[in-house]
């Protein structure tokens, strides 16, 4: 009887492994937690460096801290607009972000996208 209990344990524990196996191999590869966090860590310490050796640009987001989001979003959008190269190489900086979300499907950010182009205000959680 207690070879029967652990021959039908083993084959239950066998049976869940594999089926969650099965599930995760199902995901895209590359796509984890820590694919994300590494991710989103170079991004950080890539627009990190881009603001500290732009100081023109960091000053522009420091300022915007308090605002209302709406307020920050058209201000954020009036300065891509009158600066292209700045909204151009902001945007290569996050671009591994936007292709880790595409990749893996991951959601927006809660509160929506930002206007096309825009990089996130210092701060504010990148996702």
């Known amino acids: 009887m207690f070879s029967r209990s652990v021959i039908a344990a083993g084959m239950i ?9 099965a599930t995760a191999s199902a995901d895209p590869p590359n796509c984890t ?6 991710t989103m860590s170079g991004v950080s310490a890539a627009t990190a ?10 000053l522009f987001f420091t300022g ?3 605002k209302p989001r709406d307020q920050m979003s058209t201000e954020i959008q009036a300065y ?8 151009d190489e902001l945007q290569a900086v996050r671009q591994p972000a936007a292709d880790f979300r595409t990749r ?3 959601p ?15 701060g504010m959680p990148m996702g």
């Open 13 to 21: 524990a066998g049976a869940i492994l594999f089926g969650t196996a």
């Open 33 to 38: 937690a820590g694919d994300l966090a590494n």
């Open 49 to 58: 460096t881009y603001l500290f050796t732009h100081p023109d640009v960091n």
């Open 64 to 66: 915007l801290k308090g």
């Open 80 to 87: 891509m607009d009158a600066n292209p190269q700045i909204r």
């Open 104 to 106: 893996c499907e991951a």
């Open 108 to 122: 927006l950010p809660p509160g929506g996208p930002l206007p096309p182009g825009a990089p996130l205000p210092p």
